[in-house]
């Protein structure tokens, strides 16, 4: 049974990779992933303010400034609640690469051009095998159009891709305006890799203390959904490797985001769940699968549901929407 794929370059033995998380925090949790067969590993994202606090502060320090705002440095979470600050992310990235055999990716998350992208050079010289840039955008800026924000957005990937030899992979979320016209604008950019989608952390309101509350939820199989659909209508039309993250719980999972055109599928809430050794039994029962349905290889069936190459590719438009509006209000 013939699982491998290639991804961003990286021929992987299978598409099972943990996805950005907290599991790639400890060293021996890091080397259980391996050791239950993981193709590569995501580690968590560096934030953009965490680079730019840490560059503000070295600059407060040598100019001998105080804060004239207190807003200035309380706005933003303290260095102290993050888990790793810049040089502790580089740090742990080497050790981590120390550890494993596996290719490991890096991340680095935000939302605004600046000296913060200069990092994207350093997580290449600690080691990472390739990076994730993930576009967080919660399009709260009431300022910045939506066709700012793509620019912005292809400028950050083409500035990281100037400095870097190792490929680049660029995290969507599922919120611009065109989502296929961005997608394939980062493609002619020079992405690498595509990963459909960021998982928006909500915020709840406490009515009766009146505070903002940050809420998360662990995803489940049904949020695969929404990603199959952005996967089916870029799959054959993007020259980057196209990943999945959010709701790969199972091997049907897997096989649904494969079709669909995935060449890779990310898990983290599963994982969360049910600990490492998920990645061993996903892997078996999609290999029972494949045998049972006569399926010989992962390349095989890759795309082999996309909208280029389905009968009738209305299914993922307006048609099936008005179908199903249809049936129900007859139901």
Known sequence: MDLSTNYLGMNLPHPLVPGASPLADDLDTVKQLEDAGAAAIVLRSLFEEQIMREQEATEIHRERHDHTFAEAVTYFPSPDSFVLGPEEYLNHLRRVKQSVAIPVIASLNGMTPGGWLSYARLIEQAGADALELNLYHPSTDLETSGAEVERQAAEMLREVKRGLSIPVAVKLSPFFTAFAHFALR???AGADGLVLFNRFYEVDIDIKDLEVLRSLQLSDSSELLLRLRALAALSGRAKASLAVT???????????????????TQMVSALLKNGPGHIRKVRADLEAWMEENEWSSLSQMRGNMSQGRVPNPNVYGRANYMLMLQSWERA
Not at 246 to 264: E, F, I, N, P, Y
């Open 186 to 188: 980062l493609d002619a």
């Open 246 to 264: 959010g709701g790969v719980h199972s091997a049907v999972d897997v096989v649904k985001a494969t079709m669909a055109g995935a060449h890779v």
